[in-house]
């Protein structure tokens, strides 16, 4: 097949632009080469690694702007949407101008205001080629989010072409994430069958020893899970008496940050650990962790001026992940990210949407000079020539903004430990408030860790009571809290201190307008 005649092919499958000026043309191109990197592995990985991604980051604007005009012509919810904001197009702006005219919206202020149909394209869903997948809010109430074939076979490609650039060309993948209606069990599955052979045991660690054993030491191994699962399976393997020695082995995780100390732990048998991305109300693969990105993270978390410089003034240290500016726009509004899903296969598409995560974004050649300040070179730096290089923009990210703590891949919300507490009824009239965080228990690990302010000594008993409560809640309130315990019983071993009035974490209340539920973390035990 001759050139031409192989991009009018591409050219073919690729959705109509949607007219927004002379930058149609570079939208265009763009997507027909991300198209062949994407089933070309030499060509997506010669891409990540040149300065090409730099040219075309000032398209991530435009190309959300396209996806948004797109969703006003195709979806009905969104077309309401606009005129409920009194949205109008001025043409004589520039488009990241008319980007910033459109307004954000929210699971609250979108999601839950209008049917799904009416949030698809051409106002249906249809069944064939399309996922349902499921995640669960705080009011345990599901949510179910509606994926088209095309836009899960592009992100598909995508981790897949990942794997192989960072991982290798054939790998023995085994699935620690939770299977069934969950995104991501289903879809790493579904994604990583390209690279190799796929188990999906779930987080089940006795059947992931078991595979391991059966397939032996002569492969390469990508275990995925969250990122305490991990520590979980080597420690459980030792104790089965399997010698991680003879075992290449990579981690894939996601679902929760991970802190530098858990690495280190999982270093000690894995090769490499490279956390995601991604959230099931806006996009599963937004980014990844790449060896540049943990190499910067790990530069920062020695160095708290290099660390401030970064991420700014909270003294957390953020997960860092790079992405495609073809495919993500990100902003950052007062505080939190509002991202757009560029990309026109997205059944129900994303247009400026918040997920109320902290955090913001930085242009790869920012980092590159911050990095320089420091006497940091990444260019040059020993990651740099022996891994490989994505030279793309970086996201950064704090946490949930929506008073949570993430845990085994389901969100704690204040009001669940509220909740809980309240309903030992004898301790009603001592409870004076709460506080909840996430404690390092050791080696990397960590628990949920619930502070009650007490108004009397307090024995073991009534901490015993207290965490049951609490777990007991959290099982019947959240779906996903409760996969994670019948999966990983661990999951239910929350720490619960209690303090005197006006100590510890309360000492601060009386000068404050507003009580502190979530107190940001991790911090260590003493």
Same mark, same amino acid.
């Given at each position: 097949?001759?050139?031409?005649?192989?991009?009018?092919?591409?050219?073919?499958?690729?959705?109509?632009?949607?007219?927004?000026?002379?930058?149609?043309?570079?939208?265009?191109?763009?997507?027909?080469?991300?198209?062949?990197?994407?089933?070309?592995?030499?060509?997506?990985?010669?891409?990540?690694?040149?300065?090409?991604?730099?040219?075309?980051?000032?398209?991530?604007?435009?190309?959300?702007?396209?996806?948004?005009?797109?969703?006003?012509?195709?979806?009905?919810?969104?077309?309401?949407?606009?005129?409920?904001?009194?949205?109008?197009?001025?043409?004589?702006?520039?488009?990241?101008?008319?980007?910033?005219?459109?307004?954000?919206?929210?699971?609250?202020?979108?999601?839950?205001?209008?049917?799904?149909?009416?949030?698809?394209?051409?106002?249906?869903?249809?069944?064939?080629?399309?996922?349902?997948?499921?995640?669960?809010?705080?009011?345990?109430?599901?949510?179910?989010?509606?994926?088209?074939?095309?836009?899960?076979?592009?992100?598909?490609?995508?981790?897949?072409?990942?794997?192989?650039?960072?991982?290798?060309?054939?790998?023995?993948?085994?699935?620690?994430?939770?299977?069934?209606?969950?995104?991501?069990?289903?879809?790493?599955?579904?994604?990583?069958?390209?690279?190799?052979?796929?188990?999906?045991?779930?987080?089940?660690?006795?059947?992931?020893?078991?595979?391991?054993?059966?397939?032996?030491?002569?492969?390469?191994?990508?275990?995925?899970?969250?990122?305490?699962?991990?520590?979980?399976?080597?420690?459980?393997?030792?104790?089965?008496?399997?010698?991680?020695?003879?075992?290449?082995?990579?981690?894939?995780?996601?679902?929760?940050?991970?802190? *530098?100390?858990?690495?280190?732990?999982?270093?000690?048998?894995?090769?490499?650990?490279?956390?995601?991305?991604?959230?099931?109300?806006?996009?599963?693969?937004?980014?990844?962790?790449?060896?540049?990105?943990?190499?910067?993270?790990?530069?920062?978390?020695?160095?708290?001026?290099?660390?401030?410089?970064?991420?700014?003034?909270?003294?957390?240290?953020?997960?860092?992940?790079?992405?495609?500016?073809?495919?993500?726009?990100?902003?950052?509004?007062?505080?939190?990210?509002?991202?757009?899903?560029?990309?026109?296969?997205?059944?129900?598409?994303?247009?400026?949407?918040?997920?109320?995560?902290?955090?913001?974004?930085?242009?790869?050649?920012?980092?590159?000079?911050?990095?320089?300040?420091?006497?940091?070179?990444? *260019?040059?730096?020993?990651?740099?020539?022996?891994?490989?290089?994505?030279?793309?923009?970086?996201?950064?990210?704090?946490?949930?903004?929506?008073?949570?703590?993430?845990?085994?891949?389901?969100?704690?919300?204040?009001?669940?430990?509220?909740?809980?507490?309240?309903?030992?009824?004898?301790?009603?009239?001592?409870?004076?408030?709460?506080?909840?965080?996430?404690?390092?228990?050791?080696?990397?690990?960590?628990?949920?860790?619930?502070?009650?302010?007490?108004?009397?000594?307090?024995?073991?008993?009534?901490?015993?009571?207290?965490?049951?409560?609490?777990?007991?809640?959290?099982?019947?309130?959240?779906?996903?809290?409760?996969?994670?315990?019948?999966?990983?019983?661990?999951?239910?071993?929350?720490?619960?201190?209690?303090?005197?009035?006006?100590?510890?974490?309360?000492?601060?209340?009386?000068?404050?307008?507003?009580?502190?539920?979530?107190?940001?973390?991790?911090?260590?035990?003493?």
């Amino acid at each position: 097949m001759r050139s031409d005649q192989r991009y009018d092919a591409v050219r073919e499958t690729l959705p109509m632009p949607v007219r927004i000026g002379g930058t149609a043309v570079a939208l265009r191109t763009a997507d027909a080469v991300k198209w062949l990197a994407l089933r070309s592995h030499p060509l997506f990985g010669a891409l990540a690694a040149t300065t090409i991604p730099r040219w075309v980051e000032p398209l991530g604007a435009r190309g959300a702007l396209r996806a948004a005009l797109h969703a006003r012509r195709r979806v009905p919810a969104y077309r309401e949407y606009l005129q409920a904001h009194y949205w109008t197009d001025d043409r004589s702006l520039s488009g990241y101008e008319r980007l910033l005219r459109l307004p954000i919206m929210d699971k609250h202020s979108y999601i839950e205001r209008y049917p799904s149909a009416d949030r698809c394209l051409d106002g249906r869903i249809p069944l064939r080629g399309t996922e349902m997948d499921e995640s669960s809010g705080s009011s345990g109430t599901p949510f179910n989010w509606l994926r088209s074939h095309g836009e899960l076979h592009e992100v598909h490609l995508q981790l897949s072409k990942f794997a192989r650039q960072v991982i290798g060309p054939e790998i023995v993948t085994i699935n620690g994430f939770s299977m069934g209606a969950w995104s991501t069990g289903v879809n790493t599955a579904e994604a990583l069958k390209r690279n190799g052979l796929v188990k999906s045991p779930g987080p089940d660690l006795e059947k992931i020893i078991s595979t391991l054993r059966y397939l032996g030491p002569g492969y390469t191994y990508a275990i995925t899970g969250y990122p305490p699962f991990l520590r979980e399976i080597l420690e459980y393997g030792t104790a089965e008496g399997l010698d991680w020695r003879q075992y290449l082995l990579y981690g894939v995780v996601g679902g929760e940050g991970m802190s *530098e100390a858990l690495r280190a732990r999982l270093l000690k048998s894995f090769a490499a650990v490279f956390s995601a991305y991604g959230a099931s109300d806006l996009d599963i693969g937004v980014a990844a962790e790449t060896p540049t990105s943990i190499w910067v993270r790990q530069q920062a978390d020695r160095n708290p001026a290099l660390r401030q410089a970064l991420f700014g003034d909270d003294s957390r240290l953020p997960m860092l992940f790079q992405y495609n500016p073809l495919d993500y726009m990100v902003e950052t509004v007062n505080g939190e990210l509002v991202i757009t899903v560029n990309r026109l296969c997205m059944l129900s598409p994303r247009i400026r949407y918040n997920i109320h995560d902290s955090g913001s974004s930085h242009s790869y050649q920012t980092v590159v000079e911050i990095c320089r300040g420091f006497g940091i070179d990444i *260019e040059t730096s020993p990651v740099a020539t022996a891994s490989p290089r994505f030279r793309l923009p970086f996201l950064y990210i704090q946490g949930r903004s929506d008073s949570t703590i993430s845990y085994m891949g389901s969100n704690i919300y204040p009001e669940d430990i509220e909740q809980g507490l309240s309903t030992v009824a004898e301790y009603n009239d001592q409870i004076r408030g709460f506080a909840l965080e996430l404690r390092e228990i050791g080696d990397g690990a960590v628990r949920p860790c619930v502070h009650v302010e007490f108004s009397d000594d307090a024995s073991l008993e009534v901490e015993t009571r207290l965490r049951t409560a609490i777990v007991e809640r959290l099982l019947t309130n959240s779906r996903d809290f409760r996969a994670a315990a019948a999966e990983n019983p661990t999951a239910t071993e929350f720490l619960i201190e209690v303090h005197r009035p006006g100590t510890g974490p309360f000492e601060e209340n009386s000068r404050r307008i507003k009580r502190r539920y979530i107190l940001r973390g991790p911090r260590a035990i003493d």
